[in-house]
DNA sequence: TATTATTTGCAACAATGTTGCGATAAAATT
DNA sequence: AATTTTATCGCAACATTGTTGCAAATAATA
């Protein structure tokens, strides 16, 4: 096992994933760091952080890709078979930790990962009647 | 329900979806292509055929796009609930027509579209042990 | 405190996707 | 068939996103 340091830049990271309920960007990120580091920097903390399964990687249908912090870390094995939904409206892509989808493979495929994205309206665009 | 015309970039971008079993990058297309058109008339191609539901959009877990053409065109309406699989090792994306996951959503959101993409291996590249 | 290995910033680059606008071509109309 | 209408195209320019190499800075270790 290698070992990833912890730098100002990394915890700030963290503290931004921290403070947020949603999914992020790396521009979103970007804009809460307030060059606290390079853009390039914020590219490599992520890429350490899913390395170390203390982050997930997500891509939306439009082709978007986000970030969420792993919110069940006490789990021995980490898998991020769960689900994720993404607001067409707000666009803000929420962790579905309750759903989990059940499928049915056919034979010779190995599978090593899931990725199942939901999209529609969220209950809070939903109330306001978009 | 607006118009869209068929002209010869169309044609041709159709021809290629046609010749290929797996899904297609912007850039995989642009190459068989060669040269029939711009490389921003295939954005805006690729953006219509979306749109007329006559090709999907796919976003991979490592975030590149691709676009597949359905193969069941006779249905009146056209959901694209199917699975995709994206190999690890050959980065071939293929539909899996015969996944399709089941789950239960929790209450107060609007599901419109569902993407659902497994990786791992697929089973050529499975077969040659890698 | 000194060593060493990781991390960072910078610069430069590559890939991908978007927009505006005049020119072109497909479809509809005469 | 010629004309009109309107979607589509090509070009140029730009924006965003992600990557790489390398010297300097910094965290962890001894």
Redesign the interface.
């Known amino acids: 096992m290698k070992t990833t340091r912890n730098t100002t830049a990394k915890t700030a990271v963290l503290e931004v994933f921290e403070k947020s309920k949603t999914a992020l960007s790396h521009a979103e990120i970007q804009k809460q760091l307030n060059d606290v580091c390079d853009r390039v920097t914020i590219y490599r903390i992520l890429d350490r952080l899913v390395n170390d399964d203390i982050v997930h ?1 997500i ?5 978007t ?1 986000k970030y969420a912090k792993c919110n069940h870390s006490h789990q021995r094995v980490h898998i991020h078979n769960h ?1 994720h ?1 993404s607001c ?1 409206n707000c666009h803000e892509i929420t962790c ?1 930790d ?26 809070k665009c ?2 306001s009647n978009i």
Chains 1, 2 share one sequence.
């Not at 891509?59 to 082709?63: E, H, K, M, P, T």
């Open positions: 990687k891509s939306n249908l439009d082709g890709v689900a939904f067409e579905l309750t759903v989990k989808p059940s499928y049915i493979m056919p034979h010779n495929y190995k599978v090593n990962e899931i990725n199942f994205t939901l999209s529609g309206l969220c209950p939903l109330n």
